[in-house]
């Protein structure tokens, strides 16, 4: 009597149907997950990491940039520029060393190379295609030592495999895999037959590797290199544009010098010839050539050391802007000159609570302690065991045929296994060195936040006292250069009376050159400490209109 069909049970079947949804929603889950609140990851970084550059080229719209101000009409043209002569203002010798600067290319190339290890870290969570496939042939001989006249019997097998699928692990701790596989089998004994099986494994982690910041810990922690990697750059190209300031005042103050020095031997020459003049028609003994001639010698010894200074200061200064259609033998034009007229200083508590938001160091400082606290969320997960609940679920077809086979699949064979799979090493010490090595990074990261801080403080205001020195010293050194120029008029008069000597006028004529030398020095220094002020309150690129990704504060929790 036949038996009626009985309904098999296909939890195979619902659970396959589920695990494609969940690797195609695996990547959209994981993108919610992964990313921080506090943080977006730059355009330029998604597309470079994305995209395909042949022979390692890297295309400059993807690099880091600092864009400088520029003029009403966008365009910074120079003045002169050419293979032997370059004149230029400090806007220019600034907009110059952020387009050619080579230090400043190679920098810019950090941010992307620190990307690279994001991009690494994101592939943990893409989905894998795998496949398998092979071939296996087996020959049995056996022997009949009882029955030597019957012949060796041969039995022959053939089984060939063939297994691909997709796999994918998840933020969540979850491992799937979605597999398809045929075995096609014959033998001496059995006639050919195919066997195809559709499968999904399920494995979710319960205790160690079952949260989601763990599990992103060093996803996260990528990107706040990448982050960093910024700040570090920005902070490059802040030092770099106050170098290239300084560097221009410094030729300023030595072109300025040597001219000092060259009208000074032209004033000590005609003091030469007019004493020598004196003494020929008898007003003056011959002992006053000596003087005259000491000090002329004087000013040439001033002068050679001049030229000197500024030919290195120059050189510096090209060094710095790098302009291509020019060589070392350059020679460079300041048209900007030192303002006697000085805006009044802001207050040092001011420039201290900007250096608080806007220095590029404090920032980075601030991103390693966020870095730390992500070490010890995904290290405190070692302390715990490894407990695992697997679930293998799957649907089984039998045919003579390779297509019967797949087609059969949806027939009564299934099978699924599930359990639980514990491991745990005896004392766990490499995870709890591991914790205490992350707590102890985070606590010194505090430390060194607070001391940076503290030297922060010290620096701004160090900068602050600096510039307000220089500051007054405008007003001291002037006053002081008009009252030597009075004392040299006097003494003049007097040697030309015949009550003075040429010594008294050559003391008079050195101490008006060191008053205009400390005018000048005093006026490029100030400008030259503001720059240092601003760099240390973190706000030189901000002040010059300079465009460079950073500019946010970062809170380090």
């Known amino acids: 009597m036949p038996q009626p069909d009985r309904p098999h049970p296909r939890p195979a079947r619902i659970a396959l149907a589920a695990a494609v949804a969940l690797l195609m929603l695996g990547d959209g889950a994981q993108a919610r997950q992964e990313a921080p609140a506090h943080y977006t990851p730059p355009g330029w970084l998604d597309e470079r990491l994305d995209a395909h550059l042949p022979d390692g080229l890297l295309p400059p719209d993807d690099l880091p940039m600092v864009t400088p101000a520029r003029d009403g009409d966008g365009t910074l043209p120079l003045d002169t520029l050419g293979p032997d002569a370059l004149s230029l203002s400090v806007e220019q010798a600034v907009f110059l060393a952020l387009t050619h600067n080579r230090s400043l290319a190679v920098q810019q190339l950090q941010p992307l190379i620190t990307g690279t290890f994001e991009a690494v870290e994101r592939a943990v969570f893409d989905p894998v295609l795998f496949a398998e496939m092979s071939l296996r042939r087996d020959e049995t001989v056996r022997q009949f030592d009882q029955r030597p006249d019957l012949p060796d019997q041969i039995t022959r097998s053939d089984r060939d495999l063939f297994e691909g699928g997709l796999r994918q692990r998840l933020p969540t701790g979850t491992d799937l895999e979605l597999s398809l596989r045929t075995v096609r089998s014959e033998s001496t004994q059995t ?89 020929r028609v008898g007003e003056r003994p011959e002992t ?13 010894q001033g002068l050679i050391n001049a030229r000197s200074d500024q030919a290195r200061a120059r050189i510096r200064l090209l060094q710095l802007i790098n302009p291509q259609q020019a060589h070392w033998g350059t020679a460079v034009t300041p048209l900007d000159r030192p303002d006697h007229q000085v805006p009044p200083m802001e207050s040092v508590d001011l420039h201290l609570a900007l250096a608080r938001d806007h220095r590029p160091d404090l ?33 089984t077809g039998y045919a003579a045929a390779f297509g019967e086979a797949w087609r059969e699949i949806d027939g009564p064979g299934y099978d699924y296994s599930a359990g639980l799979r514990l491991e745990h090493p005896l004392g766990n010490r490499a995870a709890r060195a591991e914790s205490q090595r992350a707590g102890l990074t985070r606590q010194q990261s505090l430390e060194a936040l607070g001391n940076l801080q503290q030297l922060t403080a010290l620096d701004v205001q160090n900068a602050w006292f600096e510039a307000n020195r220089t500051r007054e010293q405008i007003q001291a050194t002037r006053l002081t250069r008009e009252l030597q120029e009075e004392v040299l008029r006097t003494e003049q008069v007097r040697f030309r009376v015949g009550t003075g000597t040429a010594l008294a006028v050559s003391q008079a004529q050195r101490d008006l050159l060191e008053s205009q030398l400390e005018e000048i020095e005093s006026l490029i220094r100030h400008r030259q400490a503001l720059t240092e002020l601003y760099r240390q309150s973190g706000t030189l690129l901000l002040r010059r209109g300079i465009e460079a990704p950073g500019a946010e504060r970062v809170d380090p929790l």
Request: aromatic letters at 6%; proline letters at 1%.
């Open 363 to 395: 920032n980075e400082a601030r991103l390693r302690v966020q870095r730390g606290e992500l070490e010890v969320i995904r290290t405190r997960q070692g302390l715990l065991p490894r407990l695992d609940l697997f679930i293998t679920l799957g649907q």
């Open 191 to 279: 006639r050919e037959q195919f066997t195809s099986r559709a499968g999904l494994t399920l494995t979710q982690a319960l205790l160690q590797g079952a949260r989601i910041d763990s599990n992103l810990a060093r996803l996260r922690q990528a990107r706040l290199d990448t982050q960093s990697s910024l700040y570090e750059f920005r902070g490059f190209a802040e030092n770099l544009v106050a170098d290239v300031e300084a560097a221009y005042w410094d030729y300023v103050l030595a072109s300025r010098r040597t001219a000092i020095f060259e009208e000074s031997l032209a004033v000590a020459r005609r003091q030469l010839e007019e004493t020598r003049q004196r003494i």
């Open 288 to 300: 006053e050539e000596t003087a005259a001639r000491a000090e002329e010698a004087l000013r040439r």
